[in-house]
């Protein structure tokens, strides 16, 4: 197996290796390289994503970029929720602003359905945005990942 075709930790998951696929994730997406985050699905991964349906790197690809040209200043951290064989459940929250400077809070859930290799093969997401007010943001570190010493979403209370 080429490092491009298996991303480590491997399933079956158990509480340490969830926790690490997790922070892997939100490391790449905090990064907010579509190129990068799309390496670690399989070439024919299926994601839902709110209300669009999306196939393969190329289109999450795509996907992210539009995503990111409109979420700026986006921070997320990810919590595992549950975890079983080769399938891990995450909820998640995210911070980004609009173009008017409008921040929002992003709260969603996701299902993650991974490859024997690790690459994750199905993507479901549920997220739901609510506006907040500068003041309120919790997600302040300089963009890019989140610091190994920032509290996660528990400790932050949320």
Do not use: C
């Amino acid at each position: 197996m080429s490092a491009l075709s298996s991303k480590p930790p491997l399933p079956p998951f158990n509480q340490e290796t969830a926790i690490q696929k997790v922070r892997m994730a939100e490391d790449a997406w905090n990064s907010r390289d579509p190129h990068r985050v799309s390496l670690a699905y399989t070439e024919d991964s299926y994601w839902r994503n709110r209300s669009e349906f999306i196939r393969g790197r190329d289109e999450i690809v795509a996907f992210l970029q539009r995503k990111w040209a409109q979420e700026n200043g986006y921070r997320l951290i990810k919590e595992v929720w549950a975890w079983h064989d080769n399938r891990i459940a995450v909820r998640f929250q995210y911070e980004w602003h609009d173009l008017a400077d409008q921040w929002y809070r992003a709260y969603g859930n996701e299902n993650w359905e991974f490859s024997a290799e690790g690459l994750m093969r199905r993507r479901e997401a549920s997220i739901n945005d609510v506006p907040i007010a500068d003041a309120e943001r919790k997600f302040l570190w300089p963009q890019g990942p989140r610091p190994q010493d920032h509290p996660g979403l528990t400790e932050l209370g949320l």
